[in-house]
C-alpha cells in the first residue's frame, strides 16, 4: 500500500518540486501547487470532496486536512482550499474550510466546515475557529474560540513568504537527499 492512494478513479496531483514524506498520507481528490511540502505524519484526505492546496503551502507534522461531504444537512458540502505561501503549524487540523494567501496557522489549531481566513492571518497557535466564522484580513486571532487580538505588524506581513521560502528550501533539501544528491 502507497501513501499517495487513489480513491473513486481520482488520483492525487503535486505540482513540480513538491515534497509528500513517507509517512504522509494523501487520499483521493486533491492537487497542490508548485514547491509545497507535505511533512511527516500527515494526513490530506480527499474522498468525499476536493482539496486544493497553492504554490509553496508548507503542511506540518501530524497535521490533519479533511472536507465535509455534501448531504441532506450540507448541500454542496465544504471543500478545502489553501491559497499560497500558506504555512499549517504542526498537528492543525483543517475542515472544510477556506484559507487564503499568506497566512499562518498555529500549532495544534482547529478551522472548521466553512470557515473562511482571508489572505494575510496569523492564527495562533490552538486557536479554535467555529464552523462559519470569517477571520479578517491583516490580524491575529487567539483563542478558543477564536477572537480578533489585533492588527499585524508589518514585520509580521513580511514573514509570511519569508516562512513559506524557508520551508521552500527545506523541502527542497530533502528532495536532494531523495535524489541521491547530498549537497
Known sequence: MTNVRTHKGITPHFGARSWID???????????????????????????????????CSIQDGSVLHITHAS??????????????????????????????????????????GAVVEDEVIVGAGCLVP????????????GSPCKKARPLTDNERTFFRYTAANYVRLKDQYLAEAAGNNS
Do not use: Q
Request: net charge negative; with cysteine; glycine share 14%.
Open 131 to 142: 464552523p462559519g466564522k470569517r477571520l479578517e484580513s491583516g490580524h491575529l486571532y487567539v
Open 22 to 56: 513517507p509517512s504522509a498520507v494523501v487520499i483521493g481528490d486533491v492537487e497542490t501547487g508548485a514547491d509545497c511540502s507535505i511533512w511527516p505524519m500527515t494526513v490530506v484526505r480527499g474522498d468525499m470532496h476536493r482539496i486544493r492546496i497553492g504554490d509553496r
Open 72 to 113: 441532506d444537512f450540507n448541500p454542496g458540502g465544504w471543500p478545502l482550499v489553501l491559497g499560497d505561501d500558506v504555512t499549517v503549524g504542526h498537528k492543525a487540523l483543517l475542515h472544510g474550510c477556506t484559507i487564503g494567501s499568506r497566512v499562518l496557522i498555529g500549532m495544534a489549531s482547529v478551522i472548521m466546515d
